[in-house]
């Protein structure tokens, strides 16, 4: 059933005992029983809230000493009691769904007071008159002043503090790089096109190719210091007794060859599901509740005891699964109570363009879709570490993924450790490693999945206490679960075809030898037999090899060049992440020289050979299918090299120069 003219709401549960229906505002709503081998145990309700985003919420409630739950909520024979206690908890989810409307219609980007097709009119948010406050606020001798509503103020507040704890990490004021990169309400979900630096896509083109990438001029324009800056110096909150107010100090963002003026906008998102999640948490303990758990989205969730009274089991899914995102795998378990939990994953909102994956989390700085390898993030904030903290858990999310390794170490030993925050970073080393970034010890991990088994634990913890990134882990390379299937299968079968045909001729010739006068006289196996019998059983070993061990044929993500007379690594491109490494100081003498192109990179790999200069060149291409390729060399006069190898498209591929020494291999 919808509320406030937006398409979504609450989920009409069916009919029975285990449901009750009620009214609010005119909004039917329903909250339902929770069972355990059929007995009543508590109570849920939920519902889709946030507009066309349509996050899921929901809040369930269990019986403990201070409330009875333990009866069908839509019972015919309920007692005078149980009657009371199942209209006061409907009340309470009555205004907890108020409070959720209300946060939503505030702070929601997409809320601008247009029509909805069904003739309602969409409410104009708090966010959506300051990203329009020319608009909508008042001129004053600093900027644009806007009254605001005490639940903004609340959550602007939140965000300027995790904006200074973070140094900037986490910014809602990159919203205008967000909108430029695909990642906005207003594209993402809604697909309205209309500002300048848009660019038009079919849904054929997106799902093949992605989203074309913003001009560079936007990208500088929008992520100016100045422009993105969300200190009290560009934007100013201010309380005046009962009244609040929010000031835009920062001047409009110019781009070269465009009349229009960019105003910075500022996105909410970031804050608002875990703002919601307090203050339904705050509602539950008001009413004296303990045991519960609310759930915003997935993303941000707040604890308090399970229906046992003690800790719950809480999994984190495989961030590296590529079906993760709609169908989620679990990694690990961990125990929580009395607590906020955030997760965020790059593996959930993305488009792949020319070879290169854009998440939805911005950094500010580069103006960019964040690409430091972080592929997920859960944060786990105990209660009584302060409050807002499931709002303070969603921002870290967001920091953590933007900081990258060594701003989350080096933030472990301070604010997570000052707040007893722990944290679970699934992190992916530029080279390809699985590594999980961790403060928690590895016996608090309570449960694990095969897939565990290819990750490595990279954090340590020196004697003074202080944690470090622990270079030493070994790597387990992943391996599709898919290969021991097909290893046997085709096992089996080439037996079972070897056999079948060794029996077919087997038996012919015992027939042979009944029918033919002096058949103890004959061999059984003959020359010719023998022959056959082998060149069978090579066919199908050469044919199983082929089979089983030329099945790389992935796209390839990673190109390494090694020095073959010395075993070093001389240059490392993650085709993926647009990043490449040089060992500078490698003890055979190679000059590293890069040179980025149109399509990608070009590197030439140069060394003295007894006063004689040489060098390879290749050419890396990041397009639609990613290719390496030896386009130039002097290292003989065949150049083999360059004139034997092939582009080389997907991983397991190898280019040697023999001459220079040079192996050229790909991932």
Known sequence: MGFSGIPNGPFAYAESDMSYSFNVDGNELYMVNITSDGVPIGVRFGGYYFGASGIYVDINIYSDDGIDLNFPVNGSTLTAEQAATRDGIAQLFGRIHEYIVKVDELANTGYDGSKLPNGATMPLSDVYRYNHIEQYGDKSNEGYRLEIAEDTYNMLRLAR?????????????????????????????????????????????????????????????????????????????????????????????????????????????GVAKGYVADGIKAMLKERGLTRYNVN??????AYGLSAAGGSETLGLSDAFDPASALFPTSLLDVQVENCAVSTSGQNIRKYVTDGVEYAHILDGKTGAPAQTGVKSVMVVAPDDAGDNWAAKSDCLTTALTVMGRDGIVQFMNGYLRDNDIKIIVQYETFDGRKQLLTNYSQEEIVGVSDSFGEFHWNIAMDEEGNYYYDESAGFVKQTNKYDTLIIVSACILGVAITALIVYHFVRGRNRTLYNVRHAKKDKPFKLGDIIVYMGVVLAITVLFFVFVFDTDDTQLQLVTVIDDQTGETLFVYNVTRDEYSVNTDNSDGWSVRTERT???????????????ERFNELRISRGRTPSVVMADSRCGFHQDCVRNFPVITRSGGAIVCSPNRIKVVTA
């Open 161 to 269: 503090e995790m904006y200074d704890v973070t140094q900037g990490a986490f910014n809602p004021a990159v919203y205008r790089l967000v909108d430029l990169w695909g990642f906005s309400s207003r594209i993402y979900s809604l697909g309205n096109f209309g500002e300048p630096y848009d660019r038009e896509v079919t849904a054929d083109e997106f799902w093949n190719n992605g989203y074309p990438l913003p001009d560079e001029k936007y990208i500088e324009a929008f992520s100016d210091e100045a422009f993105t800056d969300f200190s009290d110096n560009a934007v100013e909150l201010i309380r005046e007794g009962d009244r609040y107010f929010v000031i835009k100090k920062v001047s409009p963002a110019h781009v070269e060859g465009d009349a229009e003026e960019y105003g910075q906008w500022i996105d909410l998102g």
């Open 296 to 301: 915003a989205g997935s993303s941000s969730m």
């Open 598 to 612: 149109s399509s990608g990179l070009t590197v030439r790999f140069t060394k003295d050979f007894d006063g004689e």
